[in-house]
């Protein structure tokens, strides 16, 4: 298989203005005609589905959550970035795109960074009027903020909350779609299949969450806009409903899967507390920009914090990495926490923790100040952890957070089949191994809002309008049976396991092997490990409940089955990539200070997995798409 | 390690929107002060599927109190005891040892159950639908400093515009109304000149679907701003209110 990336020739400056200069166009009154399908309405999902509504496309939305409106980009923090420089502090097209080619480790397509860039700058223009409440100066006009060690102010915020606004933004032009009609809305609807005829993607299987009813839905074009698989380690700081089927079954059925070892792991989490656990919650990295990073010095000491006086407490980050301290990236700053985690220096009840302590910026600023900049990061972490950081110092611990990994897509966000795209996190376009704060809300709105109504145009001018097979045809047939056998085999195995107790040792494996840092060895074994559990898997769980009803366990039991597949993927993947890059760090592939070290003469290639079958193991086949660097020069990270 | 303490729970069970709704109870002795209340109930379900029972079906999926999923009762209060926060953020350390706590769903006749604590709040979709947005199409934006608007404006705005459409106001309200959800939308955008064009069509057809959806009225009770995750103030039924009298009368 020759993986074609379809970059457009030319400046990189002019490729997608060109692109879609030469596009083809399907006109106004034949958009009617066709039938595109989105599954997923988060930022890309929701976007993209409003867009192609509002040029008079009909578009069918589904989603797992019982409205658009709770997509898992609600909860994105942050914020997002422009290429605005209304600061005038030096930012531009061209220094958004190398920051973020450059923060990626040089493991994405440069036409690809450089046009999300681009369109980065409507995307802000688009969003304000729709009503989305960015923070303002005083003078009336937009604020923005530093975020993630730029060098820039390019953040546009809206307080603590920049993915709901951004979101509901996204949300209320979808609803005016379903309201014109343009829109056919299916929440409570989970996608179990595509169905493919002669090679192309010609529609979908649900199930209807409600009355679990199996449903086919028939298109001319599908867009995944499914999200991240970061729940594949059981803990992360995604919802709960964020999973891999839509893209797994789509890649089960011949969608190439990119790199999914890619895997972003953030470092300033709330800790675990117990079994109990259901997931981790982020505390933004701005903490970082105040509070020291420390741990005791001594093994098992468990002194009060503050009776730990200054010459036993290891302030690990500011004497590995003396100029950025504890602002260098989040990767660093991750591995490192475990890295003293591991040598048992760890502190509270699990061990697994380092402190993020304020006193000394408290003693230097007032609490006051502190308050301002951070009172309302402190209440929830007082909310959930108990205890008083003004007092004591915070707790923190890494968590799983992005998958910059995905469906394998070309320049024009199709996958390699003909009619299948995939937007947002769900794909692996832009963030190479490693993505920059405030940038994934700017991909999927990137990918909804400008890019997938060009280039679905653009394939659609080849479909003939009204192709239709029928939702009787034997794909449709094929597709459905097996959705509602996999759900029968699931039910009928009443074994002594539950969903959740097998997800959170498959997550452990996960963890432990393909999380922070990865081996050879520690690969090979995590690969052994999940077929075992896999097996006893589909032997010994226990899926409560009835196929007709509403039944959450039964739709985790399924999403579950998923994760295992792709976790031994994502071993597999990492074993291949003999190198250090980005958020992947392999023990073998280390300077002799600890740092990543990049091998771009053999790895600077996509990792494109096409999947052959499961049988005891996960058998796949592996392409290379190679990364050609035209415009930027490749240099190795450096935070010492 | 902190240690487990015992409360005794009574949950609502409901198999269909059809089917008669009952109360069960179970003592969980495995509560730990760290755990959340929804993590406590998915240890509930473990102990139930142990024993090849039922677990109780509840709506969550952030459980970062910003998604809106959950709207649990406890105890007849929306979210919880814990004010401005969502239940999946409340905390098992405000419970204490031997507590009996009740467990509901958010009871109104425009969301029907689904099942157990789980309703159906697809109205609230439709009085968005009806006129909850600012009309402008993808790539017909103007540049966005274009316009200034006054920061204390926008900030006011932001406030509405948290709302997280969990529908606690709704089953806070002795009338069931939907007053401050749908107040909450039209007064963040009519803070804004985007909003200011289309304010009275929207005004109109939100109020019209949101009675239409069967959502009774508001008499100034004010449990709405009490419950609500988000602290929204009731001035946005207010603003409501003064909106539609206008666009009505004018
Ligand atoms: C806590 C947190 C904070 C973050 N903060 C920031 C930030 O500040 N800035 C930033 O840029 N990024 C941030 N991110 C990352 C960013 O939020 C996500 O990457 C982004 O929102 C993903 O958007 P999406 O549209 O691709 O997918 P999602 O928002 O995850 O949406 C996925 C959609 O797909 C649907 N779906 C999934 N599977 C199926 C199926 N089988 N059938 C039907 N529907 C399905 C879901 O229902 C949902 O509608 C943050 C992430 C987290 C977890
Ligand atoms: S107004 Fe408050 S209580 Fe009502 S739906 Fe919005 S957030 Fe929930
Ligand atoms: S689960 Fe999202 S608000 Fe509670």
Redo the contacts between chains.
Sequence with gaps: MKLESKVPEGPLEHKWESHKKNMKLVAPNNRRKYEVIFVGTGLAGGAGAASLAEMGYNVKAFCIQDSARRAHSIAAQGGINAAKNYPNDGDSIYRLFYDTIKGGDYRSREANVYRLAEVSNNIIDQAVAQGVPFAREYSGLLANRSFGGAQVSRTFYARGQTGQQLLLGAYQSMMRQVEEGNIEYFPRHEMLDVVIIDGVARGIITRDLVTGEIKRHEADAVVLASGGYGNVFYLSTNAKNSNVTAAWRAHRKGALFANPCFVQVHPTCIPVSGDYQSKLTLMSESLRNDGRVWVPRKKGDDRHPNDIPEEERYYYLEERYPSFGNLVPRDVASRNAKLVCDEGLGVGETGLAVYLDFRDAIKRDGEDTIRAKYGNLFDMYENIAGENPYKRPMRIFPAVHYTMGGLWVDYNLMTNIPGLFAAGEANFSDHGANRLGASALMQGLSDGYFVLPATIGNYLADVKPGTRYGTDHEAFDEAAKKAQDDIDKLLSIKGKRTIIDFHRSLGKIVWDKIGIQRSKEGLESAIKEIQALREEFWKDVYVPGEKNNYNKYLEFAFRVADFFELAELMAKDALDREESCGCHLREEYQTEEGEALRNDKEFSYVSAWEFKRVNGQLETELHKEPLEFEFVELKQRSYK | ??KNFTVHLKYWRQ??PTAKGYFEERTLDTV?????F???L??L??E???E????V?F??????G????CNLVINGQAHGPKKG?ACC?L?M?NYKHGDKITIEPPRAAAFPV??DL?V???A??RI???G??????????????AR????ET??I??DY??C??CGACVAACPNASASLFTGAKIA??SQ?P??QVEQSRRVVAMVDQMTEEGFGDCSNYGECEAVCPKEISISAIAEMRKDYVKAVFS
């Design positions: 390690m902190s198999n269909g730990n002060e760290h755990m959340s929804l993590e406590m998915d240890v379900n473990e139930l599927q142990l090849g029972k039922d677990p079906e709506d969550y999926d952030c459980r970062e910003i998604c809106g999923s926060t953020q905390h350390r689904i099942k789980v159906d709040r697809s609230f979709d968005i639908e009806a909850g947005y600012v009309s402008v199409k993808t790539g017909s934006a103007q540049e966005a400093n200034p608007i006054e920061k926008s900030d705005a932001f515009a948290t997280i459409g963040h955008l804004l985007q909003g």
